[in-house]
Each structure stands twice: as C-alpha cells, then as structure tokens.
C-alpha cells in the first residue's frame, strides 16, 4: 500500500437516501482527516481523527454527517437523508505523527458524490 | 478566524516561462504552510511544506517562500512545463488547530 485509497471513487444517489463512504489511510499512520471540495473552492475541513478518537469536528459536519474509524484502521464518513448541496468531492487525508508540530498530510483521490 | 486567499484564480502562460504563484493568509499563528496540486477530478498531491521556523522549500523546478509576518507565501515554478498545468492549492495549518485551511486555488494553464 503506497497511498490513501478512497472507495467509492464515484457516487450517484437521489436525493433522501443515504451513502457510505470509505478511506483507507497509509498504514502506519494514526491521523486521519477528511475534508469537502465543491466545484473551483478549495477542500474544507470536516472532521478528524487520532488513532479511534474522533477529536475534532467542523460545524460544516450537520447531524446528518456521522464519520467513524473503528480499530484506529479505516474510517466511513456516511451521510443520511442527502440533499442536493451535499454534492460535492469529499477527501480523504492521513498523517504520521511525528516530532513536528504538524506532519504532511496525504490526500487520496476522492469520492465524487452527485445527489439529483 | 484564519482565511487564505490565493491570486490569480487562474494563469495561463506559454512553456518556458518561470512564473509566480502567491497565497496570502490572515493570521500569522501557523504551524506550517503546504502548497499542493490537484488535477482535474482527482486529490491533491503535496509539493512542499514550509515550517513555521523556515523561509523556503526547494523540490527540482518548484521554490516555495514563507514570510508569516506579512501573511505571504510564494510558489515559485522555473522554466514551466504543459505537464505542470493544474489546479495548486496552499494550505494553512494554523496553531492550536488540527486542520488545514486552504484557499480557493490557481488554476494554471501552460500553453505548448
């Protein structure tokens, strides 16, 4: 494993229902992120996680956002009940953590999401 | 509330030329600063990481600047290539935070 993978990469739903996805950090990592890219704007941050703890979460995360990472290994960002303005590119992120303050973080490709 | 604003949106320049890409951020209180590339309809790929201690990065052709005191950091790309056109995004990683703020982007065109 050379890089984050992201599963799946594409994602056409209507909208009410619901999605999962999937992000599989660099192995020895115990930081994870995600984030959100709408169209010509930069990623935003939704949430993170250290090992299992999920110790940070943006208020761009509504109750209908729920993101887990059991074990510390791989983590699932779902999304209930979508509506169209969920349509975005959401990003996978992960991180060693090192001696400095804050390490380089790599991305993964990205799940496109597409609710009509 | 820390904000990055990245000029130009967008750049298109012939090959060969070295050009200058800016991103400027609001508060000074940084860990580091991250300049990325993304290209069209995939993730973001770190070019270089500049430490809050540090005023330049160097990878090949790619020269990044910081000067926190001003909020001002530069990408510097020598000698451009059609194979560096893409979208660079900066990113922010300000103190007490476990995020990266990122700006909007500069979408650069090298035209063969």
């Known amino acids: 494993d050379t890089g984050v993978s992201q599963n799946p990469r594409h994602k056409i739903t209507k909208r009410g229902q619901n999605v999962t996805f999937r992000c599989d950090p660099i192995s020895e990592h115990n930081r994870l992120y995600w984030y959100r890219q709408t169209l010509g704007q930069g990623p935003e941050f939704l949430t993170y996680f250290q090992n299992e703890a999920q110790l940070e979460k943006s208020r761009l995360l509504s109750d209908r956002f729920s993101a887990e990472r059991p074990k510390g290994s791989f983590s699932t960002l779902e999304i209930q009940r979508t509506e169209q303005g969920d349509s975005a590119m959401y990003l996978c992120?992960?991180?060693?953590?090192?001696?400095?303050?804050?390490?380089?973080?790599?991305f993964g490709p990205g799940t496109r999401l597409l609710v009509l | 509330k820390q904000e990055v604003t990245q000029i130009p949106a967008a750049l298109s320049v012939p090959e060969g030329e070295n050009l200058v890409l800016n991103c400027s951020f609001t508060?000074?209180?940084?860990?580091?600063l991250q300049w990325f590339r993304q290209d069209p309809g995939k993730g973001l790929t770190s070019l270089l990481l500049i430490q809050s201690s540090q005023r330049e990065q160097t990878s090949g052709r790619l020269n990044a600047s910081l000067d926190k005191s001003s909020g001002r950091s530069t990408l510097y790309i020598a000698a451009s290539q059609p194979g560096d056109s893409a979208t660079y995004l900066c990113?922010?990683?300000?103190?007490?935070?476990?995020?990266?703020?990122f700006g909007q982007g500069t979408r650069l065109t090298i035209n063969p």
């Open positions: 992120a992960s991180s060693a953590q090192g001696p400095l303050p804050q390490e380089t973080q790599y």
């Open positions: 990113g922010v990683w300000e103190q007490g935070a476990q995020k990266l703020v």
């Open positions: 508060d000074s209180a940084i860990y580091n």
